[in-house]
T-cell receptor, first 113, second 113 residues
Framework: GDSVTQMEGPVTLSEEAFLTINCTYT??????LFWYVQYPGEGLQLLLKATKADDKGSNKGFEATYRKETTSFHLEKGSVQVSDSAVYFC????????????FGKGTKLTVNP | ETGVTQSPTHLIKTRGQQVTLRCSSQSGHNTVSWYQQALGQGPQFIFQ???????GRGNFPPRFSGLQFPNYSSELNVNALELDDSALYLC????????????FGPGTRLTVT
């Protein structure tokens, strides 16, 4: 079945460091891909999305490009801030039937000042 | 526009009991999905409701059931609670065929003792 694999965390960075969180997926067809962020004690917030190959999603300085050839959707940010500390989830939307999301296990990011 | 709300925020139940969790969709959304998020894991799809009917179900036993009401609010019912049901339960609303963009509530933390 469809699945998402994220790099294991936790990830600890200093402020202004470069961030990459790897995400690969297995799916039939061409799913839509998402990054969600979960701040402590809160629900999930959509960070960015891409709906077809070579699309680049971006928001708040974060970017991810839908790479069909490598089945990847890696999250990047050039300069992280303390306020970016959260858990990041990569997800895909299955094709056909319900619009369910399949999530990776999440990567916890801590940014130190 | 009002976001997705869930109640209660926290709940403690005893093994074998039954529980009902509630969710109010974001205004204008006609689809509700429920997810279970165990500690340190990504959310797992339980089921989805569209126009008051179940529209897809994940790998959860029948003691997990739901309802969607004409105003698109929803309930998740769990019978015969087990210790492993302890988790954060997330409700997400969306507009059908919205390319998978789902908006999440803050969740209900269920503890089964």
């Amino acid at each position: 079945g469809d699945s998402v694999t994220q790099m294991e965390g936790p990830v600890t960075l200093s402020e202004e460091a470069f961030l990459t969180i790897n995400c690969t997926y297995t799916a039939t067809g061409y799913p839509s891909l998402f990054w969600y962020v979960q701040y402590p004690g809160e629900g999930l917030q959509l960070l960015l999305k891409a709906t077809k190959a070579d699309d680049k999603g971006s928001n708040k300085g974060f970017e991810a490009t839908y790479r069909k050839e490598t089945t990847s959707f890696h999250l990047e940010k050039g300069s992280v801030q303390v306020s970016d500390s959260a858990v990041y989830f990569c997800a895909l939307r299955t094709q056909g039937g319900s619009e369910k999301l399949v999530f990776g296990k999440g990567t916890k990011l801590t940014v130190n000042p | 526009e009002t976001g997705v709300t869930q109640s209660p925020t926290h709940l403690i139940k005893t093994r074998g009991q039954q529980v009902t969790l509630r969710c109010s969709s974001q205004s204008g959304h006609n689809t509700v999905s429920w997810y279970q998020q165990a500690l340190g894991q990504g959310p797992q799809f339980i089921f989805q409701y569209y126009r008051e009917e179940e529209n897809g179900r994940g790998n959860f036993p029948p003691r997990f059931s739901g309802l969607q009401f004409p105003n698109y609010s929803s309930e998740l019912n769990v019978n015969a609670l087990e210790l492993d049901d302890s988790a954060l339960y997330l409700c997400a609303s969306s507009l059908r065929d919205s390319m998978g963009e789902q908006y999440f509530g803050p969740g209900t933390r269920l503890t089964v003792t």
